[in-house]
């Protein structure tokens, strides 16, 4: 009987996988022939699980802001499969995510591939389904092979709400035929373009911080297997050959020796598949291992081999496109070449997949030693007033699985705010996060004041060192605290009676969601220009104040206060009489009633989508308040007298070089009308007849002393003499105005050399943030740009006749990650000039 059931089984399995199709034969065309939807690539995933389900898992993990499923396949041998908890628990084992048994070496290597992170670089999807077969066919001789020494975990598209975008717009210009002209409408795609998600972020620069909520499900998955190795697909210019590892420098120093040199092993054996085809490619250019929040960079400070993959094509790829040497690519090639890849990574590891192993677990050995560490210990100082910024960081370090303790007794260490070594005793509430942890190298990566650069020429930005990043105070110490403790998690819980009114000290982001909440809810709010004082409670400038009798209309008021308030954590402060201790009364004139803005934004073809989508999704998930998005060609259909603030995000405005539509814009101001112009907007902004905002400052240097021109194979090096990469700022900031409310400090990300000559007295203007001499904090500048990064404005405001006009000359909310500018875009919304 038990040799018939085993017959049984066998038939049935082998029945099975005679039926499995291949992409071709599933689709009704060859992979790379027709641009295949995101739906139809799924439905092949689960044709295959179907057919072959002892070697293949698909798992739901999520979806995406528009309702999209985002999968992963678990695919491997049928032992494997069937024992994949097992494999998952040993494996976090040997990361020593889990201490609850010894591991054991004995198991497959994990290789993790993902594909699509950009919606119109869409090869890699496509090769992702013959990547599937490759891996299934029972015809192939090296599959059991792969599958018996490793396990792949295929992610087919991480951005379907991108992938759609664009793959809806393509197959809607392209003809029977598809044309190669460069100049064809087929390579011209219309704003924002598929490479984004729903809210226009490019998730490739958002593993870190998981702003998105598809960034926030795939690492949620990825942190519970902790892969060995990380394979990135994506696709470049139509121009540029395929490019693998190893990658360029920087790389950063903690990345391991065991790291660099198998991304040499892997390049080399990708090589020499490519040479036998003589496919081109280049190595160790461009493509560095820096930026934290990458595919490649993610998974390598959290122990993997992280590798970026890009061949040709992108948005102008199409099916195909003539290049500069009048060949053809086709999205055939492209994603045969993705594919090759994908398959020569899995054979090479499979080679190598108990040496894999053992590194990986060498990998957190040495973390949990603290041999991965530049500093023993990170503390973050508690202040009550920064509480909320504090609960903002303690869900970034959940999120990215880093431990966090509260401690006891002295440190010693760098202090970040003033450069120097101080001491410090540690307070109840002061948050301790140890160097020697399984996430060891990311939290070295993500804490560390400045990170040591081999080669100035990098991707991205240079720093992003989190206290800057939270606007807190911290000390980074090379010793270890002695005793650790679990860190408070009190939660504020409020009830009210029938005060005279309620008062909420404006302290951090969650004052501003709290607001907005209650003025969405029609609650009259009213805030002090002055600090005041109740009760022994001392309340700073632009706290709220919320009275009793003024909301006796509001259904349910008490309820929804007390709700609003718990939900936000904010604590209610009940006041028995509108006569304060310190400060002007609730009936000063100087405690002012705020109204609902209304709120518009410019948005569409001109503008940097990226920007457009940090506000829209600042608005739309994060402030929770209402904001009207309009074409920039429709500037004039908006019906200004219903508008109270408008937004101008980074881009061109062509409108506001038209004269006409410049003075119809300054009556709105003058009327009381707001605008909030960010970035390149400032510029444009300013030179509109009405502003008073002077010209972008220019440095002081002698052009006749510029020594001989150099070489022209250093033209790349010596322009980053004049550049600025990414690099945080101190910012001296007017504490009394309203755009600073709730503000200690401010550091803030200069990208660029825009800095501002000071209003001068009487001009209307209002210099809230500027930069003083030896002001960087972090980050690369290049020599000659540093002497212009000095005694300038960044944050300023205008009054212009009674409206004002707000300038934000660097992104404070840059990718959405920024935490400290959060406040600072709420007190534009809701304090400056409302």
């Not at 090296?142 to 396990?151: G, N, P, Y």
């Not at 006409?660 to 970035?679: H, S, Y």
């Not at 240097?701 to 090096?717: F, G, I, M, S, V």
């Not at 020599?783 to 009054?799: D, P």
Request: net charge neutral; proline share 4%; charged share 20%.
């Amino acid at each position: 009987m038990k040799l018939t059931a085993l017959f049984l089984t066998l038939f049935i399995a082998q029945l099975g996988f005679a039926q499995l199709k291949t992409p071709e034969q599933f689709l009704g065309y060859p992979v790379g022939t027709k641009v295949t939807p995101h739906w139809k690539i799924i439905d092949y995933y689960k044709h295959v699980q179907e057919h072959a389900p002892s070697k293949m898992k698909l798992q739901s993990y999520g979806q995406s802001n528009e309702g999209r499923p985002l999968y992963v396949a678990f695919v491997s041998s049928e032992k494997n499969i069937s024992n994949l908890e097992k494999i998952r628990s040993n494996n976090l084992r040997l990361a020593k995510v889990l201490t609850d048994q010894n591991a054991v070496e004995q198991q497959p290597a994990i290789v993790w591939m993902s594909y699509n992170v950009h919606g119109n670089e869409i090869s890699s999807a496509e090769a992702s389904m013959l990547t599937l077969y490759d891996l299934m066919n029972p015809g192939n001789n090296k599959a059991s092979k792969w599958l018996d020494k490793t396990l792949i975990i295929l992610d087919p598209c991480l951005n379907p709400d991108g992938t759609e975008r664009y793959i809806n717009w393509y197959n809607g210009v392209v003809g029977k035929n598809y044309n190669p002209s460069t100049f064809a409408r087929e390579r011209n795609e219309p704003w924002p373009g598929g490479r984004y998600n729903h809210y226009y972020f490019d998730l490739n620069r958002d593993w870190a911080w998981q702003t998105q909520a598809e960034s926030e499900q795939r690492v949620a998955i990825y942190n519970s297997w902790y892969p060995h190795i990380h394979v990135d697909f994506h696709e470049q210019g139509v121009n540029s050959p395929y490019y693998f590892p190893p990658a360029a420098e920087p790389f950063h120093e903690v990345i391991t020796p065991w790291q660099r040199s198998f991304q040499g092993v892997i390049g080399k054996h990708n090589a020499a598949y490519f040479d036998e085809r003589g496919w081109l490619y280049f190595t160790k250019e461009s493509f560095d291992l820096f930026y934290p929040s990458y595919g490649d960079t993610y998974p390598t400070y959290s122990g993997a081999i992280g590798m970026t993959y890009e061949q040709a094509g992108n948005t102008a790829g199409g099916l195909g496109v003539l290049t500069n040497e009048l060949d053809t690519l086709t999205l055939v090639d492209r994603a045969k070449h993705h594919h090759a890849s994908g398959i020569n990574a899995v054979d090479v590891v499979a080679d190598h997949a108990d040496e894999v192993v053992k590194e990986f677990k060498k990998f957190f050995t040495d973390a949990s030693e603290g041999k991965l560490s530049s500093y023993a210990t990170y503390v973050i100082k508690h202040k009550e007033s920064e509480q909320s910024k504090i609960n903002a960081l303690r869900v970034l370090l959940q999120k990215n699985g880093i431990q966090y303790y509260a401690g006891s007794g002295a440190v010693k260490g760098y202090d970040y705010a003033s450069k120097k070594e101080t001491s410090h005793t540690l307070a109840a509430k002061d948050l301790v996060i140890p160097g020697s942890q399984p996430k060891a190298a990311l939290i070295r990566v993500l804490f560390e004041p400045e990170a040591k650069l081999v080669d100035s020429i990098t991707y991205d930005i240079t720093s992003w060192s989190i206290p800057y990043v939270y606007g807190l105070d911290a000390i980074a110490s090379r010793s270890n605290i002695g005793k650790l403790t679990a860190y408070p998690t009190d939660s504020i819980k409020n009830s009210v009676d029938n005060s005279y009114a309620y008062a909420v000290k404006w302290e951090g982001f969650s004052s501003a969601q709290f607001a907005a909440a209650l003025l969405k809810a029609k609650v009259q709010l009213k805030i002090s220009e002055e600090p005041f004082a109740v009760n022994g409670t001392d309340f700073p400038r632009g706290s709220l104040i919320i009275l009793n009798q003024a909301n006796s209309k509001v259904q349910g008021f008490k309820e929804l206060l007390v709700s609003t308030a718990n939900k936000h954590q904010v604590l209610l402060h009940q006041v028995k009489s509108g006569i304060v201790d310190k400060g002007k009364d609730f009936g000063s004139s100087k405690v002012r009633s705020i109204k609902a803005p209304k709120v518009v934004m410019l948005a569409g073809e001109g503008l940097r989508a990226m920007n457009v989508g940090e506000v829209w999704h600042y608005f739309d998930q994060q402030l929770d308040y209402p904001i009207t998005l309009v074409n920039l060609d429709d500037v004039n259909r908006i019906k200004w007298n219903e508008v109270d603030a408008l937004i101008l995000p980074n881009g061109n405005y062509p409108f506001l070089k038209d004269k006409t539509q410049g003075d119809k814009l300054g009556d709105w101001v003058r009327a009381g009308g707001k605008v909030i112009a960010l970035e390149a907007a400032v510029d444009q902004v300013r030179a509109l007849s009405w502003s008073k905002l002077e010209a972008i400052k220019k440095d002081s240097t002698d052009k006749k002393k510029e020594p001989t021109l150099p070489l022209y194979a250093d033209r790349t090096r010596n322009e980053m003499t004049n550049s600025v990469s990414g690099a945080i700022y101190r910012v001296t900031i007017d504490k009394t105005h309203p755009l600073m409310y709730g503000y200690e400090n401010y550091y803030s990300l200069k990208q660029d050399e825009k800095i501002y000559p000071y209003f001068k007295a009487g001009e209307g203007g209002w210099n809230v943030g500027y930069l003083k001499e030896n002001a960087l904090m972090s980050g690369f500048v290049g020599n000659k740009m540093s002497k212009k990064m000095q005694n300038g404005l960044i944050f300023g405001v205008e009054s212009v006749g009674r409206g004002s006009v707000v300038y934000l000359t660097d992104n404070i909310l840059f990718r959405n990650f920024w935490e400290n500018g959060k406040l600072l875009m709420a007190n534009s919304i809701f304090q400056v000039g409302n």
